[in-house]
């Protein structure tokens, strides 16, 4: 098994819009499945307590158009993903906050919400862990379907393994 | 321009975090993702596991040496538990007990 990785991200100011955060789109098959260990989402700068939805979910093409940005290595010792960053959320990249949505149907896989103050964060159980396999027709995003109130200063992300 | 110094300001998972207040009692991560002592201590989880399905305790991006299930704030403590059971951090501020 290949190694953990995360797509995080601070300080981004988000479209004033339903957005999605971070976007992982597996690599074509046969190649490493991914398997999603944790999301979160808090506002670094947040004077304002207040409720937000937030929702992981799938989504097939069309893909959302994002900000490229390449996944971290959790361990210095281990190779790189073999997903890589860009900005059309095609299979094997990913990135983070989207300016369009894309037209590909959103299938809600999980649906929750937060206090800004307090951010969320989503730690699957074992039995819980989202695998997205290689040759996926969609991606998987965390995804705020709703504009927040305010739109500056968020951090987000995920990881996952490979494997 | 500067912060307000009434501003509770400390580091979670590598960004700088500005809050009003203080968490309110019973906020508990996860689902959390942070929680704000009257300090200006920001604590989360980092990225280490240690087997038993814990992850290890930051404040302000500093590890605490503890691994814990779940980190609560509860009438002004924080509080952590794990397969040691509740652990309260110290009104010293460094350690737990």
Known sequence: MAGGYSLAAGGITLANQAVTLVFVNPIASPNLDLEFRRFWINQSNNMA???????????VTAFPTLVSQTPAKLAIADAASIITGNTTGAAGT????????????????????????????????PEEIIEMAAGAASGLG?????????LTNWAFGCTWTEG | MGDDRH????????????????????????????????D???????????????????RNDMDT????????????????YGKAGWRVFSRSRRHFI
Request: glycine content about 12%.
């Open chain 1, 49 to 59: 307590s207040v409720n937000l939805r937030y929702q992981i979910n799938t989504q």
């Open chain 1, 94 to 125: 990913c990135g983070i906050n989207a300016s369009a949505e894309g037209a590909g149907t959103k299938t809600i896989i999980w649906a929750d919400s937060f206090n800004t103050t307090n951010g969320a964060l989503l730690v699957l159980t």
């Open chain 1, 142 to 150: 965390l995804h705020l379907p709703v504009a927040p109130g305010t």
């Open chain 2, 7 to 38: 501003l509770l300001i400390g580091r979670a998972n590598g960004h700088l975090f500005r809050r009003e207040d203080k968490s309110e009692s019973y906020v508990v991560i996860p689902p959390a993702h942070l929680i704000t002592d009257s």
């Open chain 2, 40 to 58: 200006g201590g920001m604590w989360t989880f980092g990225f280490k596991y240690d087997g038993y399905g814990e992850i290890n305790v930051l």
């Open chain 2, 65 to 80: 040496g503890e691994f814990a299930a779940r980190i609560e704030y509860r009438r002004g403590q924080v509080r952590i």
